[in-house]
């Protein structure tokens, strides 16, 4: 009997591994995961449990979520090594897991930590996997920041950067400045970074019916939104707010802090000792349609990340998403926000709750720049931000692995 039916090649499988955030909570990762997907690829995720997400198993939209515990995020050498520990050991014992029931040719791992490379490398050298090494922070810079020393762990954490980029096939950068360290610093080939940034889906986040209860007995709205650890400098704004209502005797300003992070309880005290707990509203995380009508009822954000070694190379989503939905914001000094930013920003006078009390008051007192920095932002936005193009350069690095 003649078969007219031609045998399919399987599809070829993808597994993600993140360690810092859960999926789908982690947008970049999972609008990452559906890129592939939707490209025809059998996706499957390794990821901690939180935000709202503990299932052991999930799918969704096709892709299988494998999720596991973890300690408390580390403080100090042995928080670290606990943290980190019990991270590869689960990412190890679940990668086996994929791998017997939905198979994978690509191990993705999205940093930080820069140890992942481990579980990697059992694919890799046992198995023939191929590896993709995902930067999203750089951490001796970070190790710098926290700590305000470099030392030995700084030294391992260079090699071990630098392991992870010699053990991968190819690395994705979330700028030009990360793409430049993977090359000089990892010893990456030029040809195999792949610059992917972190816009938002613009289909998905835009603007929509604010949520006007939010203000309450204020004329102004300011927010932040993102994670609240040490380095996010989130209580730099805590601290601008209680100048502008101690000092300016401003009560008629708002400030709205979305999201979570070690750092949240720390913050929601600070805001009491600094007598600003009514002015100050922690919302938690929000996402979909209670996130965006937040930040609709804002006048302005705010990215309160102090400029140092880190902050100065990072691309920050809070900038796109501001940008995305018009929002003016002011910021510190960054050299790559600036950026990326232009003129939907204003840049603080110092690096001081001070200066950045100021141009908080500022911004709010001129709604004539308010309103030309939200359509430079929203312009902008639709011209770049195009996350097509970006998802284009993704399966552009995939293709350039497999194929090798």
Known sequence: MKQNAQS????????????????????????????LRQAGYMVSVICPKGKGYNDTYEQIDGIHIYRHALPVEGAGALGYLAEYGAALFWELLLSFKVLRRHGFDVIHACNPPDLIFLVAAVHKFLLGKKFIFDQHDINPELYEVKFGKR????????IFEKLTFRLADASIATNETFKQIAISRGGMEADKVWVVKSYPDLSRFKSMEPDMSLKRRFRFLAGYVGIMAQQDGVDLLVKAMAHIVRTHKRDDIGCIIIGDGPELENLKE???????????????YLRGEPLLQTLCALDIGVIPDPPNACNDKLSMNKVFEYMALGLPFVQFDLRQARSEAGEASVIAAGDTPEALAQAMIDLLGD????????????????????WEHEKQSLLAAYESVLKA
Not at 367 to 386: I, T
């Open 151 to 158: 030392g030995l762990f700084h030294k391992l954490l260079l």
């Open 367 to 386: 709604a004539e720049k308010r309103a030309r920095m939200s359509r430079f932002g929203k312009a902008h936005a639709v011209k770049e931000f195009q």
């Open 8 to 35: 399919q090649k399987p599809a070829q499988g993808v597994l993600l591994i993140v360690e810092n955030l859960p999926v789908p909570f982690d947008r970049r990762v999972w609008q990452e995961a559906n890129a």
């Open 270 to 284: 600070l805001a009491v000792r600094e007598r600003v707990g009514e002015q100050v509203i922690f919302t938690g």
